[in-house]
């Protein structure tokens, strides 16, 4: 599933958000790694609590929003800067309810859940579409975010209660997560599921998937992992995230050159 739905996208030009690529994909699974890795390393390693990490990643997720809602058309290090700051922020939400407030993670499923689904609801009400082939407006910008900060917060819930509920490793957990995307794959290709549900189940599911791996790689042996630590996990990934997106920066620089040589022809 490459593509959220069968329908020609909004010229790059006027979406704000990136067409739903491989590229896509991958970038968000290695944000969804790095988000992991780096809330830990910053609440346990360095010592810095949840609350304190909440604090400092809030606001410096409401400076990079700020800065991505400046833009008016995709500007991929703005977008992706978003992402990986929203997928820290959306672990610690889930983080806070259920290890500060004494949350269970049942509810936190079903409350972010219901408030996913109200999101969704309203965003169609008022926009009568929940296409991300045209956000192009501030207003549905602002569902685009809202959506994208609840779906790390149920995807960290969800992931969460399935890993604990059943009492599987690491990599148990991220095969489990890997298959049911699959799945999705197979339906929205092969049983034709509606693009728009099937981009979003998959967009939920790469949290836990991605968060998986990350704890795989970071966790020590003794704790089920590879032993890497979230310092070199967090900065491997995010260097990946970098070239990446420096790599589609310079693509659309080229191609939006070729455009203009193009139209002066």
Known sequence: ????????????????????????WVIKLMAVTTGETAADY????IGLGLTVTSLI???????????????????????WLAV????IVGTLVTDNLVDTFG??????????????????????????????????????EIFY????LLTFALGTAGGDLVAESFDMGYLTTGLLFGGA???????????NLDGILAFWLAYILTRPLGASFGDLLSRSARHGGLG?????????????????VLHMTLKGTTDEADELLLDLD
């Not at 910053?42 to 390693?45: G, P």
């Not at 949350?103 to 926009?127: H, M």
């Not at 890497?228 to 990446?244: D, K, Q, R, V, Y």
């Open 42 to 45: 910053l609440a346990d390693t």
């Open 84 to 87: 990986v700051l929203i997928s």
């Open 228 to 244: 890497f630590g979230t310092i070199f996990t967090s900065l491997l990934f995010l260097g990946c995230i970098i070239a990446l």
């Open 1 to 24: 599933m490459l593509a959220p739905n069968r329908q020609q996208p909004a010229p790059p030009s006027h979406n704000r958000v990136p067409d739903v690529t491989l590229d896509f």
């Open 57 to 79: 990643m809030t606001g410096i997720l409401i400076a990079a929003l700020v800065l991505q809602f400046a833009q008016k058309r995709y500007v991929p290090w703005a977008y």
């Open 145 to 148: 975010w809202l959506a994208i």
């Open 181 to 191: 995307i699959a799945l999705i794959v197979l339906a929205y290709w092969l049983l």
């Open 103 to 140: 949350g269970r993670l049942q509810t936190t499923t079903i409350a972010f859940s219901v408030a996913l689904a109200a999101t969704f609801a309203v965003w169609y009400a008022s926009e009568r579409t929940l296409s991300i082939h045209t956000i192009f407006t501030t207003r549905r």
